[in-house]
């Protein structure tokens, strides 16, 4: 009498089966990856790549080049992406430099669109690799049916030198770091659609236009931070804001050598309903 081993024989091989092939994949002959597009990153090796991509932009100004290089991680908006790392490094008092560098592309990359820019970058590419040809004198002969052919020899051009890069030999100072800005003064905000105690400050060169870039120093009992202008680039170049605490009094100073401005402090505002709540202040600073 034969016996039926039933579906458990079937079940068990395939179990099997698939335990070793796991085993074959993930230890014996692991998959390994290489020349992957950054678009396939981890968030963390983003930023690393955004980083170096805006030290790189600060050291030779080359805009083309930069972004070609950041098209490669496909961010939907690529300045906002930039502004938000920026902002991210300094909340958690990381590199100044590099949150700068990286504020400085965001600005530079404002209000110009890929194509515009990846146009002008073959343009300027063809332009500098072309040499204009030039023409021999034009001889005449005659065919066998005894038409006129005109022959122009065209002399292949010699391709120029291509200029080489030299490196900076020092990256360039803060925006203002030498520049005793002016403290122009300071105004109670009472909106309630604003974050409470949100203290915002422009800076303002001496034609009254914004200044980016420029490192802001707030401080306090027991703590201080650092800030630039310039993140935000659709309110102005030259803004920058700061949440406070309610009850805290603080002291801001704009650049390097300006005079710090002491006893800061959100004020308290009452709402149309009689609400109250806590309000912002907006400080204003320029160039001397």
């Not at 490196?167 to 770091?177: C, F, N, T, V």
């Not at 309110?235 to 050598?257: H, K």
Request: with cysteine; aromatic share 8%; hydrophobic share 40%.
């Amino acid at each position: 009498m034969k016996r039926s081993r039933g579906p458990w024989y079937l079940l068990t091989g395939l179990v099997m089966g698939l335990a070793l092939g796991l085993v074959y994949a993930w230890f014996l002959d692991p998959i390994e990856y290489s020349n992957a597009s950054p678009q396939s990153l981890k968030p963390d090796y983003k930023d690393d790549y955004r980083s170096l991509i805006a030290l790189s932009y600060q050291a030779n100004g080359d805009l083309g080049r930069t972004l070609g290089r950041l098209v490669l991680l496909k961010d939907e908006d690529m300045v906002q992406a930039l502004n938000v790392q920026a902002q991210r490094i300094l909340a958690r008092n990381g590199d100044e430099n590099q949150a700068r560098a990286l504020a400085e592309l965001a600005v530079a990359l404002e209000g110009k669109s890929v194509a515009a820019l990846s146009t002008q970058l073959a343009n300027s590419s063809s332009s500098a690799q072309q040499q204009p040809s030039e023409q021999a004198p034009i001889s005449a002969e005659t065919s066998e049916a005894g038409e006129e052919v005109v022959l122009t020899e065209t002399k292949t051009p010699v391709a120029s030198p291509q200029p080489t890069f030299t490196p900076r030999a020092s990256a360039s100072p803060l925006p203002g770091s030498d520049v005793a800005f002016v403290y122009v003064g300071a105004e109670e905000i009472c909106d309630p659609e604003l974050p409470e105690g949100l203290f915002q400050i422009y800076i303002a060169d001496q034609s009254g236009e914004g200044m980016t870039g420029v490192r802001l120093h707030i401080s306090w009992e027991g703590g201080e931070e650092y800030f630039f202008t310039g993140l935000y680039p659709q309110f102005s170049l030259g803004y920058a804001d700061y949440q406070t605490d309610p009850g805290v009094v603080y002291a801001l100073r704009a650049g390097e050598s300006g005079e710090a401005v002491r006893d800061l402090t959100a004020p308290v505002c009452t709402g149309d309903d009689e609400e109250v709540f806590l309000g912002g202040l907006l400080l204003r600073f320029t160039e001397p």
